[in-house]
């Protein structure tokens, strides 16, 4: 069975650091262009970042470009969302997805572009 899972979530100060975890298990992440979304409450899901397999685009929206960093490690089907410098407007559950693609693309922060979708990890920075 198909799964991913993201783990690394928790509570940080402002300008603290946080790397989420997404692990898939039944199939291989190297085969998928991953993206990360994130939800805080009463808000829509939002697209932040998307990598694509092999040497493909890396994408970032503003609101994350030059804080967070995407990476993949293969070897254990793996990965990982590097946050830096948070701020009062990251808190959110974060989700990664993989999509049916080995490139990210303009419509990869659409989240009707995945099929496999973790269950969520909740982050939160406060002083």
């Known amino acids: 069975q198909a799964q991913l899972v993201e783990s690394g979530g928790g509570m940080v100060q402002p300008g603290g650091s946080l790397r989420l975890s997404c692990v898939a298990s039944g199939f291989s992440l190297d085969d998928y262009a991953v993206g990360w979304f994130r939800q805080a409450p009463g808000k829509e899901r939002e697209g932040i970042s998307c990598?694509?397999?092999?040497?493909?685009?890396?994408y970032y929206r503003d609101p994350v470009q030059g804080r967070f960093t995407l990476s993949r490690d293969n070897a254990k089907n793996t990965v990982y969302l590097q946050m830096n410098s948070l701020t009062p407007e990251d808190p959110a559950t974060y989700f990664c997805?993989?999509?049916?693609?080995?490139?990210?693309?303009?419509?990869?922060?659409?989240?009707?572009?995945?099929?496999?979708w973790g269950q969520g990890t909740s982050v939160s920075v406060s002083s």
């Open positions: 990598i694509s397999t092999d040497n493909g685009p890396t």
């Open positions: 997805a993989a999509a049916p693609s080995r490139l990210c693309h303009p419509s990869s922060y659409n989240r009707y572009s995945y099929n496999y």
